[in-house]
């Protein structure tokens, strides 16, 4: 897992513009108004080596009672909770403020390594960050986040401070487990475990934060991690809950394979697909766990019934695993362990460039690219650059000549030949620079 620095100050202080310099292109939208960054929003970079994921948040407003400044103090609070460091930017041209003193106090009480930033400081000058080091946060760093200024300073005190404890060999893989409220996750993760630990009731939104486990089994280290269920946005309705769904979705991000679990006896719902669908975007590999398999009155096609279903409900990710449990009689609950080790599996193949450049071409002859005003896409050369999700890209004539149907053809054809069930992949195309 990834250290994660977190971006945290009062609003129009310039933590997007920071957040957009070192990502290298514009993710958070920038305007000279507050309120602008209502959401966290997160991008992987690298310094000196050193991989990390920045997240940007909502400005903090400690007195306001506004209903929108509340929900972008749980987002930033959130990412506080979760961050291995935190950047506190202050503005520099507007000097030190009430607010930046409560916003310091509430960073001390995280007790997280924090990082104190004076943005906006074009000329740099000691005297302008003097009255700063009445937060009692250690040095500031003065930055100029729009001219590019301090930028390198800011992240060589933020990797500094990134944690070295245990190993990710040893929490072993993480899976998390989500859902809709009441579809038996708890039941489920109780039923790995063997144990009871996490309560267990039949009142939906008893668990309202994730969870984390390790556990060893046959000799292989896991790390389970039971979340709070997700319910439609409208449907949450106080900030704790708001909070804990919010918790639920950092897991997803975190882990290593998902699993989906969803209530046979409702069968798979509009929320379900939407959560699945967030798993699918984040790169996760997972499998859809169908619960309380016990209750349900079946025939020898109850089951082909019910992929013919999932089939048609998760068009967008036809390369979905299932299986059938019952997390309260223990039916086929040891096979979700095996099946989360596969799709983990298939999320970190490697095809070789050889064999890769070979197939796409055959299948770029067997049926070739539609034409666009006399222009058709040309492939040079393709590789596979990461996984996790498997991500393969490939360099070409002219990337806008790729329709997203031939993209999707091209992807079938690597899975034809090879078995990424239960995972995303990912093909990129890009264009190739003519030599002189």
Not at 294 to 299: A, C, G, V
Not at 392 to 415: G, K
Request: proline share 3%; net charge neutral.
């Amino acid at each position: 897992m990834k250290p994660l620095i977190a971006i945290v100050g009062r609003p129009n202080v310039g933590k997007s513009t920071f957040f957009n310099k070192v990502v290298g292109r514009k993710i958070s939208i920038t305007e000279n108004r507050p309120g602008v960054t209502r959401d966290r929003i997160y991008a992987d970079a690298e310094w000196r080596g050193k991989p990390f994921t920045l997240v940007d948040t909502g400005g903090l407003e400690t007195g306001s009672d506004d209903t929108m400044w509340k929900q972008i103090a749980l987002q930033a609070n959130l990412a506080i909770s979760t961050a291995d460091v935190i950047l506190f930017f202050t503005d520099g041209r507007e000097g030190l403020t009430s607010s930046d003193r409560d916003v310091a106090e509430l960073l001390r009480r995280s007790q997280k390594p924090v990082v104190l930033v004076v943005n906006k400081v074009d000329e740099y000058s000691a005297d302008k960050l003097f009255e700063f080091y009445a937060l009692g946060l250690g040095d500031p760093v003065a930055v100029s986040a729009e001219h590019s200024r301090g930028i390198g300073d800011a992240l060589d005190r933020a990797v500094e401070n990134f944690p070295r404890g245990e190993s990710e060999e040893e929490e072993g893989l993480k899976i998390a487990v989500v859902g809709k409220p009441n579809a038996g996750k708890s039941s489920l993760v109780n039923k790995i475990l063997g144990s009871e630990r996490s309560i267990v009731t039949p009142i939906a939104g008893t668990t309202r934060d994730a969870i984390d486990t390790r556990f060893e089994r046959e000799g292989k280290k896991y790390t389970i991690i039971d979340t709070a269920g997700i319910r439609r946005k409208r449907s949450v309705n106080d900030d704790v809950e708001y909070y804990s769904v919010l918790r639920a979705f950092d897991a997803v991000r975190r882990a290593d394979v998902v699993l989906l679990v969803v209530d046979a006896g409702e069968g798979l719902t509009e929320q379900d697909v939407r959560i699945i669908g967030m798993v699918h975007e984040e790169g996760k590999p997972s499998v859809v766990v169908m619960n309380k398999w016990d209750l349900i009155e079946k025939d020898t096609h109850t089951v082909e019934k019910f992929e013919e279903k999932l089939k048609a409900d998760l068009k967008f990710m036809d390369y979905y695993r299932s299986v059938y449990i019952s997390a309260k009689t223990g039916q086929r609950v040891d096979k979700v362990l095996s099946l989360a080790e596969e799709v983990y599996a298939h999320a970190n193949f490697r095809v070789s460039t050889s064999a890769l450049n070979e197939l796409l071409s055959d299948a770029m002859r067997i049926s070739e690219p539609p034409s666009y005003q006399g222009r058709r896409l040309k492939m040079y050369f393709s590789s596979q650059v990461s996984v996790c999700p498997p991500t393969f890209v490939l360099m070409v004539n002219d990337e806008t000549l790729l329709h997203f149907s031939y993209a999707r053809y091209l992807e079938n054809a690597i899975r034809s030949a090879y078995d990424f069930s239960g995972t995303p992949v990912r093909v990129i195309v890009r264009n190739k620079k003519e030599e002189a």
